[in-house]
């Protein structure tokens, strides 16, 4: 079995979730408040004693049919392996959010650098076809605001290498235009097309969606 991490930094839903797979999974591990996506995953890779170990972002339901059971092939063993997860505002199913097991010694020595964390360990990435979990980012109106900024970002940057164009326009409509109806919906909308657009503007550092103050302040000019 992996070492399994929760990687949690102010989420206002963090320690439910945290206790939620803590119970199931007794072997799990916290890594908690440190500042920035990519020293956090370091800080989580440090923790681990496994050739690959699981991530769990602080905002994910998982599944009961989740059972971080999964064994890697040798020749798989510097393979970024992603599960899809269901977001609540839009019910795309995809990567966003989803439960990660990365290869340990890549992990520590990650391009931190790269806007998007996933795809700067490794150049090998596999796409899981299980559902590991609900994202539910959309706690409350910043935080689906943020959310969706930071992924439409990424979107519509194509700074997430071996994107699918096709694919993440479609992405792109859908955060933009579905949900509003649901908790946080609008703010999750509104976050989408301020991503969309700073995403597509020339000339901006895109490293900036990593860095939570710089975040809130956008978030506050709404």
Known sequence: MYDIVFISYNE?????NWELVKYRFPRAKRVD???GIHQAHIAAAKKCFTKMFWVVDADAKILDSFKFDHKVDEYDLE??????????VNDLLYGYGGVKLLPRKLTLNMDTTKPDMTTSISEYFKAMPETSNVTAFNTNEFEAWKG???ECTKLASKTIDRQNEDETNERLRVWTTVGEDRP???????????G????????????LINDFDWLHEQFKQL
């Open 12 to 16: 206002p839903n963090a320690d439910a």
């Open 33 to 35: 408040g440190v500042k």
């Open 79 to 88: 393979t970024v392996h992603v599960w899809r997860s269901r977001n609540p």
């Open 148 to 150: 969706a900024f930071r």
């Open 184 to 194: 946080f919906g609008e703010y999750a909308i509104k976050g989408a097309i301020a």
């Open 196 to 207: 969309r657009e700073y995403g597509l503007s020339s000339g901006v550092d895109i490293r």
